[in-house]
């Protein structure tokens, strides 16, 4: 079984900082994708980032990055230059490849970030 | 361009009562989903639809059903309703499998 876990509850950062949310998953999969995905107070599930597995060079959308650790199954997010609107629940994802049925959330990481 | 819409956004229901949750997508997508959304978890999936025709069961199915009524719409009914469905219930597009998927605002269901 497929399972995503995201250890921090919830983290604080001070505005124009730098903050990593991590993200460990389980599977026994070779092709997969991985997600983050920010869900502000208004509740929209906004795509942050997309990572393929079978991709080593990391995926970067302006001031979000990820680093993806395949071996260690650790797909952790890095957000430069930390603004207010960042603040929101951030929520890692994992599909296998070609299984719809298998999309895999984590509990989520609520993010606070500081003026 | 409104993306995907779900009606309604809040709905208190009595135990046993029934209703259909509606989604609606305009970015011509093959896949649908719906998920729910309880207290302190992730999303977990409900049922979903890989293209037009086609239905089939994710994680937590039992007490829904769904319709895939075309390719645009797909819907979610809770025949006869239990606290335990009281959820945030979200519904998703995407063109493919793995592909990013495009959430709803969300529907607020409450149960009592």
């Known amino acids: 079984a497929q399972t995503v876990t995201q250890s921090q509850p919830e983290m604080s950062v001070q505005e124009a900082e730098t903050v990593t949310l991590s993200c460990t998953y389980d599977t026994s999969e070779n092709n997969y994708y991985l997600f983050w995905y920010k869900q502000p107070p208004s509740r929209q599930m906004i795509l942050v980032i997309r990572q393929e597995a079978y991709k080593q060079q990391n995926a970067t959308e302006n001031r979000f990055s990820v680093n993806f650790q395949k071996a260690a199954k650790s797909f952790s997010l890095k957000i430069s230059d930390s603004q207010l609107g960042d603040t929101a629940m951030y929520f890692c994802a994992f599909c296998p490849m070609g299984n719809f049925n298998k999309f895999y959330f984590g509990s989520g990481t609520k993010l606070n970030v500081k003026p | 361009n409104a993306g995907v819409t779900q009606t309604p956004k809040f709905q208190v229901l009595k135990t046993g009562q029934s209703m259909t949750l509606q989604c609606a997508q305009d970015m011509n997508h093959n896949s649908m989903y719906w998920y729910r959304q309880d207290p302190g978890m992730g999303l977990r999936l409900i049922y979903y639809s890989a293209s037009e025709g086609t239905t089939d069961k994710g994680e937590v199915p039992n007490g829904y059903n769904v319709s895939r009524l075309n390719k645009r719409e797909f819907s979610l009914r809770l025949e006869s309703a239990a606290p335990s469905q009281t959820s945030v219930y979200f519904c998703?597009?995407?063109?493919?499998?793995?592909?990013?998927?495009?959430f709803g605002a969300g529907t607020r269901l409450s149960v009592l």
């Open positions: 998703a597009s995407s063109s493919t499998t793995g592909d990013i998927q495009y």
